[in-house]
């Protein structure tokens, strides 16, 4: 099993930032990527970004990508995404998310998922 907390969710303004944590816990050792998803109201879950835990490869969706960035610190199990230059459509709340192995832009493939924070955007 592993736990997720989210943190870092909250409101700004257009072209503000944030930084979200997610801090994990159990067995982590397991993890071969971990992901952050958003999901507005009345719509899917999308992805926004992952990262491999070992290796540290990155990938982004399109809509996020040159404004955010996912990293990690292995030490402290915690997986971070700072937002920058954020837009309306950026309101969502966001969710961090384990894989053992899968396509890392896919929401079934993975495994374990936070409680999500909420990230609203005034323009």
């Known amino acids: 099993q592993v736990q997720l907390v989210e943190s870092g969710g909250g409101l700004v303004q257009a072209g503000g930032s944030l930084r979200l944590s997610c801090a994990a816990s159990?067995?982590?050792?397991?993890?071969?990527?971990m992901g952050w998803f958003r999901q507005a109201p009345g719509k899917e879950r999308e992805f926004v970004a992952a990262?491999?835990?070992?290796?540290?490869?990155?990938y982004y969706a399109g809509s996020v990508k040159g404004r955010f960035t996912i990293s990690k610190d292995s030490a402290k199990n915690t997986l971070y995404l700072q937002m920058n230059s954020l837009k309306p459509e950026d309101t969502a709340v966001y969710y961090c998310?384990?894989?053992?192995?899968?396509?890392?832009?896919?929401?079934?493939?993975?495994?374990?998922w936070g409680q999500g924070t909420q990230v609203s955007v005034s323009s």
């Open positions: 159990g067995r982590t050792f397991s993890s071969y990527a």
């Open positions: 998310a384990v894989t053992q192995g899968g396509p890392v832009v896919v929401p079934g493939a993975y495994d374990y």
């Open positions: 990262i491999t835990w070992s290796v540290g490869n990155t």
